[in-house]
């Protein structure tokens, strides 16, 4: 694909004005101080000057300037929305990235330096050398517990954490088992709470103790944070009432079998409920034959 | 040998000013002025260089009327709001050498969690009326770190037996209990922990008379059973008579009068206790 | 079952020594009160003045007088219900230390009520919602006794004032006078206090619970217990009392040996005496 300098010369007028990576140079610097200082402090949100983007709030801004601010010549950029790399808003990512960088994307999980999420994490597990950036809703966890900003950052401030504890508590009382299916809250390196975005439980497990970089862009709410390698990350969870991930004994990807990959259910018009993995490209790799490494 | 005893709390020199203060504030204002407002500058001195002295195993009573102060020392001590000045020491409390206003906000969250007990005259102040009754006890257990669920809820239903809350209710909002029962549950909740000290502010207001006496009983109770400690704030003498030990009248934001209950009640010193006895029916 | 007697014999009554063998335990020195009434323009008034008079271990003495003559002011002096304003009431306590009560800190004179110091008013003050046994037991509660225990005792001493059983566990706000006085006799006795104060405790109660008191205050008194009260009932005190001490009008006018005072006949169908 075009790089912003042949862009320049075919479309003149239209494109210039805009730097490598959309962003320009100074939004960059700002975007990465703001990612170091979240990698600094695991799990503690960091706020930024979100910037305007040509998608709307709500569509993976924090995760698109996060991508755009690190990506340079030689990486491999890699886009999935739930797990799929073919869903519309994927692409259109995946494709103002490679409009305004030029740089090579692909499917491959394992080609890719840089992947930028919508709540999935990949099957197969992440290296030293990759960063996974998530799109982010709402980075407070502690939203629920607490409305006002203002007190969920002194609660944050002084590890006053009892109140969503204590929701957690409530969630046992009403339901009889730990609630939350997607977006469970963690406790990053023993001491902040943090909203892992909305992955499901199923993924969770991987943020633990992992290779990569986790980072974590909230847009619309101008927050960052990140896990950096090798950080504790536990869900919360009470003695006898201890964290699962989903189960899907007894089901199998009706593409390429597979029965240890976290599922999408379809039901058919006939109410026929088919599974298939929903890290597509992971059904790929499986479908070909080829081994991957899993997370632990 | 009692007189070498350490109070468990000794409050010095508490003064609560509302307004920017200034030096004339304190002479300005109290009994003898017969007024909270200091006119040199417009403040109000909702109480003035109070001291007073708990000590373990007794309940003392403070009483005074509207103005008195006397809510506002509670206040104060739970820290629900800071004082101008003045230090208070608990034992339970780094030894009794650190005031429990220079606390960190960490020892602020023990003290209130754990070394101290508030039950509110309105149970909305002290519970979250949309949280179960054994989560709102819960709150305090995990405050200091509780983490299995079997044992909180026996615990929090251990405290609700203790105040007569029927444990069929424990899962249940107090949004829909009676004003008795949830001052129960408020007891039940303050109770956690085992403080040192329960602050108890206007308990039976507003409540009917049939459950007040079944409140009051229970406190009476449990203070018995349990050794509690605990400062009692009425503006009802029955109240007191039945519940301190020792009491300490306020008005206009000082101290009047204190001693032992049954001898200010009925041999009253300064003239406002006697105003205030002879117009209790 | 009569655990109240010590190991030494006790003499009877009437021998005029308790059997604490003349261990001043309370002595009261120009004790007096004056009240600053203030919601009445400061006027002043004097219950008591210039009291003085000793009380040996295990005595019991008559306080005797017409109404106003200040003898239930003086009882409740000792006790700190009211506030002495001159003079002194030292008190040996069981530790052996001398305290004066007047001045004492209101902890120690809790304390010592709460061991040492016992006291039984003319009516019982109603606790609201508390069973008749359990306001027996509150003392001991107090003090931090197994509960079964109190409980146990509680209803033994209830028993021995004939309090009906039926009565045991309801609410004294329902009692006739006299049952309620039975129970506060029962409350004040029941942590066998070294000094027992009684405002004219039987005045309210006819002869038959009068006779049941009587007995239990003779028990005590054989037991050892000090006794200083205001009693009506000169035939009472001719009975128990070792030592009378007449008032009138604010001040001592005799006192001694019960034999020995003349105790004069007063007009006593004693009306409840106004506080001063």
Redesign the interface.
Known sequence: MASVAELTSVHGEAVRGYSYGFLDAVSKREIRRSLLKAVAIPGYQVPFGSRELPIARGWGTGGLQVTLSLLGPGDVIKVIDQGDDASVNAQNLRRLVERTSGLQTTIETGEATIIQTRHRIPEEKLREDQMLVLQVPIPEPLRRVERSVRLARQMHA???Y??M??AI??D???RGELGGAAGYPVMVNDRFIMAPSPIPRWDIPKLNMADALFLFGAGREKRLYAIPPYTRVVPLE????RFEIETFEGKACARCGATDTFMDETISIDGDKTYTCSDTAYCETVQMGREVTRWS | ???N?TPLLSVQGLTKIFGRGCPQCLEQTGPTADSNYCSACGSIVACGDVNIEV?DG?VLGLVGESGSGKSTVLQCLFQDTMPSSGAAYLTAFAEGRKSIWEAT??ER?MLR?KLLGMVYQNPRDGLDLM??A??NI??RL??VDW????A?REKSADYLTRTEVPIERM?HLPAYFSGGMQQRVQIAKALANSPSLVLLDELTTGLDISVQ??V??LV?HIQ??Y?LSAIVVSHDLSVI??LA??TVVMKMGRVVE???T??VL??P???YT??LV?SAA | MNNDAPSTNSPSPQAGRGPGGGVRILELEGLGKT?????LDSSEIDPFREISFTVDEGEFVGMVGPSGSGKSSVV?AIH????PTAGSVRYRTL?GEIVDLATA???????LRRREIGFVSQFL?V????SAVEVVA?PL??R?AD?DDSMAKAREKVARLDLPEKLWGSYPTLFSGGEQQRVNIARALITKPRLLLADEPTSALDSLNTGRVVELLEEARASGMTIVGVFHDLDLLERLADKVVVMAGGLIQSQGAVGEVNIPRFDIKQEFAP?V
């Open positions: 002084e590890r006053d009892s109140r504890w204590l508590y409530e046992i009382v009403r009470f003695e006898d009432y | 040998m009692v007189m005893e000590y007794e906000s960490g969250r969690n949280v179960t054994g989560g819960a709150e995990l405050a983490r299995n669920v079997a909180m899962d006496a079944g009051l009983d009476r018995r059973e050794g008579r039945l030990d020792r204190q001693g032992v049954d001898q009925e041999d010193q300064h003239p006697q105003l002879s | 009240i600053t009434l203030h919601v409740k700190r219900t009211y506030l530790d800190p209101d902890r120690q004179v809790l304390q003050k606790e609201p919602r508390v509150g509660l107090r931090g509960r506080r």
